[in-house]
Protein backbone atom coordinates (compact mmCIF):
# COMPACT_ATOMS: atom_id res chain seq x y z
CA UNK A 1 0.00 0.00 0.00
CA UNK A 2 2.70 2.22 0.69
CA UNK A 3 3.84 2.21 -2.94
CA UNK A 4 0.19 2.64 -3.89
CA UNK A 5 -0.41 5.90 -1.78
CA UNK A 6 3.51 6.68 -2.97
CA UNK A 7 2.25 6.76 -6.06
CA UNK A 8 -0.64 8.89 -6.08
CA UNK A 9 1.30 11.21 -3.94
CA UNK A 10 3.77 11.72 -7.00
CA UNK A 11 0.84 12.03 -9.44
CA UNK A 12 -0.62 14.52 -7.19
CA UNK A 13 2.98 16.46 -6.69
CA UNK A 14 3.92 16.33 -10.34
CA UNK A 15 0.88 18.85 -10.32
CA UNK A 16 2.98 21.23 -7.99
CA UNK A 17 5.08 23.77 -9.44
CA UNK A 18 8.15 22.90 -7.91
CA UNK A 19 9.48 21.67 -3.92
CA UNK A 20 7.76 23.71 -1.59
CA UNK A 21 7.65 24.02 2.08
CA UNK A 22 5.64 21.44 4.45
CA UNK A 23 1.97 21.30 4.49
CA UNK A 24 1.97 23.66 1.54
CA UNK A 25 -1.69 24.71 0.09
CA UNK A 26 -3.04 26.63 -2.64
CA UNK A 27 -5.91 28.92 -3.25
CA UNK A 28 -9.49 27.90 -3.60
CA UNK A 29 -10.74 30.88 -5.49
CA UNK A 30 -11.03 28.30 -8.10
CA UNK A 31 -12.78 25.48 -6.33
CA UNK A 32 -16.52 26.20 -7.36
CA UNK A 33 -18.78 22.85 -5.93
CA UNK A 34 -20.97 21.62 -8.61
CA UNK A 35 -24.00 19.91 -8.21
CA UNK A 36 -26.49 18.62 -10.41
CA UNK A 37 -28.75 21.22 -12.21
CA UNK A 38 -31.93 21.79 -10.73
CA UNK A 39 -31.25 19.43 -7.68
CA UNK A 40 -32.92 19.85 -4.26
CA UNK A 41 -31.59 17.01 -2.25
CA UNK A 42 -28.64 19.24 -0.91
CA UNK A 43 -28.60 22.59 0.58
CA UNK A 44 -26.13 25.45 -1.45
CA UNK A 45 -22.72 25.75 0.14
CA UNK A 46 -23.06 28.69 2.53
CA UNK A 47 -19.89 30.97 0.92
CA UNK A 48 -18.82 31.46 -2.51
CA UNK A 49 -14.93 29.48 -1.48
CA UNK A 50 -14.40 26.39 0.37
CA UNK A 51 -11.96 26.63 3.36
CA UNK A 52 -10.78 23.18 2.39
CA UNK A 53 -11.24 20.87 -0.33
CA UNK A 54 -10.28 17.55 -0.11
CA UNK A 55 -10.44 13.58 -2.14
CA UNK A 56 -10.68 10.42 0.43
CA UNK A 57 -10.09 7.20 0.43
CA UNK A 58 -11.72 4.64 2.65
CA UNK A 59 -14.61 1.84 3.64
CA UNK A 60 -18.32 2.55 4.13
CA UNK A 61 -19.45 -0.10 6.88
CA UNK A 62 -22.28 -1.76 6.71
CA UNK A 63 -23.83 -4.67 8.86
CA UNK A 64 -26.84 -6.96 7.95
CA UNK A 65 -30.21 -6.48 9.46
CA UNK A 66 -32.60 -8.62 9.96
CA UNK A 67 -34.70 -7.89 7.24
CA UNK A 68 -32.15 -9.21 5.34
CA UNK A 69 -30.97 -5.33 3.91
CA UNK A 70 -27.43 -3.66 4.55
CA UNK A 71 -27.64 -0.60 6.56
CA UNK A 72 -24.61 1.83 6.99
CA UNK A 73 -23.04 1.87 10.76
CA UNK A 74 -20.12 4.34 9.57
CA UNK A 75 -16.85 4.67 7.97
CA UNK A 76 -13.56 5.13 7.96
CA UNK A 77 -11.02 7.43 5.52
CA UNK A 78 -8.06 8.96 5.07
CA UNK A 79 -8.58 12.71 3.67
CA UNK A 80 -6.02 14.39 1.12
CA UNK A 81 -5.80 18.31 0.79
CA UNK A 82 -6.68 18.73 -3.29
CA UNK A 83 -6.21 22.97 -3.21
CA UNK A 84 -3.29 22.36 -5.13
CA UNK A 85 -5.18 20.61 -7.50
CA UNK A 86 -8.13 22.55 -8.06
CA UNK A 87 -6.26 24.64 -10.97
CA UNK A 88 -4.92 21.42 -12.99
CA UNK A 89 -7.05 18.73 -15.03
CA UNK A 90 -6.40 16.48 -12.09
CA UNK A 91 -8.94 17.98 -10.02
CA UNK A 92 -12.11 16.71 -11.69
CA UNK A 93 -11.22 13.24 -11.39
CA UNK A 94 -8.97 12.65 -8.84
CA UNK A 95 -11.09 10.89 -6.72
CA UNK A 96 -11.63 8.02 -9.68
CA UNK A 97 -7.46 8.09 -9.98
CA UNK A 98 -7.28 7.66 -5.80
CA UNK A 99 -10.44 5.08 -6.26
CA UNK A 100 -8.47 3.34 -8.78
CA UNK A 101 -5.50 2.38 -6.64
CA UNK A 102 -7.28 1.95 -3.33
CA UNK A 103 -9.35 -0.86 -5.42
CA UNK A 104 -6.28 -2.68 -6.69
CA UNK A 105 -4.60 -2.67 -3.14
CA UNK A 106 -4.61 -6.18 -1.81
CA UNK A 107 -7.27 -7.62 0.90
CA UNK A 108 -4.80 -7.52 3.89
CA UNK A 109 -4.72 -3.94 3.21
CA UNK A 110 -7.15 -1.72 5.49
CA UNK A 111 -7.98 1.52 5.46
CA UNK A 112 -6.04 2.08 8.40
CA UNK A 113 -2.98 0.98 6.71
CA UNK A 114 -3.59 3.50 4.26
CA UNK A 115 -3.88 6.01 7.15
CA UNK A 116 -0.69 4.88 8.55
CA UNK A 117 0.86 4.99 5.67
CA UNK A 118 0.06 8.10 4.39
CA UNK A 119 1.32 9.50 8.05
CA UNK A 120 4.93 7.80 7.38
CA UNK A 121 5.35 9.09 3.49
CA UNK A 122 3.59 12.67 5.01
CA UNK A 123 6.86 12.50 7.23
CA UNK A 124 8.74 11.07 4.83
CA UNK A 125 8.22 14.18 2.13
CA UNK A 126 8.02 17.19 5.33
CA UNK A 127 12.21 15.42 5.50
CA UNK A 128 12.60 16.58 2.00
CA UNK A 129 11.06 19.19 2.08
CA UNK A 130 8.28 18.43 0.25
CA UNK A 131 4.32 19.18 1.23
CA UNK A 132 2.58 16.32 2.61
CA UNK A 133 -0.80 15.98 0.80
CA UNK A 134 -2.34 14.72 4.32
CA UNK A 135 -5.22 16.79 5.67
CA UNK A 136 -6.75 14.68 8.20
CA UNK A 137 -9.06 11.36 9.30
CA UNK A 138 -12.58 10.78 8.41
CA UNK A 139 -14.42 8.31 11.32
CA UNK A 140 -17.33 8.16 13.46
CA UNK A 141 -17.83 8.78 17.08
CA UNK A 142 -20.16 8.55 19.66
CA UNK A 143 -22.56 11.12 19.29
CA UNK A 144 -21.14 14.06 21.75
CA UNK A 145 -24.59 15.49 22.35
CA UNK A 146 -26.68 12.27 23.21
CA UNK A 147 -23.85 9.96 24.32
CA UNK A 148 -25.61 7.08 22.20
CA UNK A 149 -25.31 6.17 18.32
CA UNK A 150 -22.45 7.50 16.06
CA UNK A 151 -21.90 10.43 13.89
CA UNK A 152 -19.34 11.48 11.79
CA UNK A 153 -16.14 13.29 12.37
CA UNK A 154 -13.56 14.70 9.90
CA UNK A 155 -10.57 15.40 12.10
CA UNK A 156 -7.50 17.48 10.83
CA UNK A 157 -6.01 18.06 14.77
CA UNK A 158 -2.57 16.24 13.32
CA UNK A 159 -1.54 17.04 9.90
CA UNK A 160 -0.90 19.46 7.64
CA UNK A 161 -1.21 23.27 9.09
CA UNK A 162 -3.69 22.49 11.50
CA UNK A 163 -1.44 19.76 13.43
CA UNK A 164 -1.79 20.65 16.74
CA UNK A 165 -5.36 22.41 16.61
CA UNK A 166 -7.52 20.99 19.30
CA UNK A 167 -10.65 22.16 16.97
CA UNK A 168 -9.51 21.35 14.19
CA UNK A 169 -12.31 18.94 13.58
CA UNK A 170 -16.01 18.91 12.85
CA UNK A 171 -18.56 16.72 13.36
CA UNK A 172 -21.61 16.69 10.78
CA UNK A 173 -24.99 16.19 11.13
CA UNK A 174 -26.83 15.18 7.74
CA UNK A 175 -28.59 18.38 5.85
CA UNK A 176 -29.12 16.32 2.83
CA UNK A 177 -28.70 13.47 0.17
CA UNK A 178 -29.09 12.73 -3.14
CA UNK A 179 -28.36 9.56 -4.90
CA UNK A 180 -25.12 10.30 -7.11
CA UNK A 181 -25.64 11.45 -10.64
CA UNK A 182 -23.08 8.91 -11.88
CA UNK A 183 -25.42 5.92 -10.88
CA UNK A 184 -26.52 3.54 -8.37
CA UNK A 185 -22.92 1.76 -7.55
CA UNK A 186 -21.56 4.82 -5.92
CA UNK A 187 -23.09 6.23 -2.65
CA UNK A 188 -24.88 9.02 -1.87
CA UNK A 189 -23.89 13.05 -2.23
CA UNK A 190 -24.26 14.22 1.20
CA UNK A 191 -24.78 17.91 2.64
CA UNK A 192 -24.06 18.39 6.64
CA UNK A 193 -23.92 20.95 8.82
CA UNK A 194 -21.07 21.10 11.73
CA UNK A 195 -22.79 20.39 14.69
CA UNK A 196 -19.33 20.92 16.88
CA UNK A 197 -15.60 21.42 15.91
CA UNK A 198 -14.21 24.69 14.10
CA UNK A 199 -12.93 23.00 11.13
CA UNK A 200 -16.02 23.76 9.08
CA UNK A 201 -19.59 24.60 9.34
CA UNK A 202 -20.92 22.90 6.71
CA UNK A 203 -19.19 19.81 4.88
CA UNK A 204 -20.63 17.94 1.29
CA UNK A 205 -19.60 14.48 0.28
CA UNK A 206 -19.72 14.82 -4.02
CA UNK A 207 -18.25 12.49 -6.77
CA UNK A 208 -18.55 9.42 -4.71
CA UNK A 209 -16.85 6.25 -6.67
CA UNK A 210 -18.11 2.72 -5.25
CA UNK A 211 -18.87 2.36 -1.61
CA UNK A 212 -22.71 0.69 -1.79
CA UNK A 213 -23.63 -2.66 -0.47
CA UNK A 214 -25.00 -5.62 -2.45
CA UNK A 215 -28.18 -5.17 -2.53
CA UNK A 216 -29.29 -8.25 0.09
CA UNK A 217 -27.37 -10.07 2.98
CA UNK A 218 -28.65 -13.27 4.94
CA UNK A 219 -29.13 -11.98 8.56
CA UNK A 220 -26.57 -13.12 10.78
CA UNK A 221 -23.92 -13.06 8.22
CA UNK A 222 -20.84 -10.65 9.33
CA UNK A 223 -20.18 -7.02 8.68
CA UNK A 224 -18.95 -5.24 5.75
CA UNK A 225 -16.70 -2.85 4.82
CA UNK A 226 -16.53 -1.08 1.17
CA UNK A 227 -13.77 0.66 -0.79
CA UNK A 228 -14.90 4.41 -1.91
CA UNK A 229 -13.61 7.38 -2.64
CA UNK A 230 -15.12 10.70 -3.29
CA UNK A 231 -14.29 14.47 -2.70
CA UNK A 232 -15.29 15.98 0.80
CA UNK A 233 -15.83 20.33 1.16
CA UNK A 234 -15.30 22.16 3.86
CA UNK A 235 -17.03 25.61 4.49
CA UNK A 236 -17.02 28.15 7.15
CA UNK A 237 -14.04 27.37 8.73
CA UNK A 238 -13.58 29.68 12.29
CA UNK A 239 -10.11 28.18 12.62
C1 LIG B 1 -15.25 0.21 9.68
O1 LIG B 1 -14.68 -1.03 9.39
C2 LIG B 1 -13.28 -1.09 9.58
C3 LIG B 1 -12.82 -2.46 9.14
O2 LIG B 1 -12.98 -2.58 7.77
C4 LIG B 1 -12.96 -0.81 11.03
O3 LIG B 1 -11.60 -0.83 11.24
C5 LIG B 1 -13.53 0.55 11.40
O4 LIG B 1 -13.31 0.80 12.77
C6 LIG B 1 -15.00 0.57 11.12
N1 LIG B 1 -15.52 1.90 11.47
C7 LIG B 1 -16.80 2.13 11.76
C8 LIG B 1 -17.14 3.51 12.15
O5 LIG B 1 -17.65 1.28 11.70
Redesign the pocket.
Known amino acids: MFAAVLTLALACQSAFAAPSPAAKTCSLANAKLALPAGQTGLLAPIAAVPSFVSFAIG ?1 Q ?1 YTCSSAGKYTA ?4 AEVYDASCLVDTPLFNNVQDIAYGIWKAAPAPI ?3 DVIAAGAKLGQTFLGRGIASMILGQH ?2 VTNPTTGTG ?1 VPKWDFTSSGKTAGNKDAFVIGAKTGGIPSPKGATHVDWLSLSGSSGKAAAQVFRTDTVSGQPPASCTPGTPDI ?1 VKYACKYWFYGSSL
Not at 73 to 76: L, M
Open positions: VNTGAVTAQYFVS
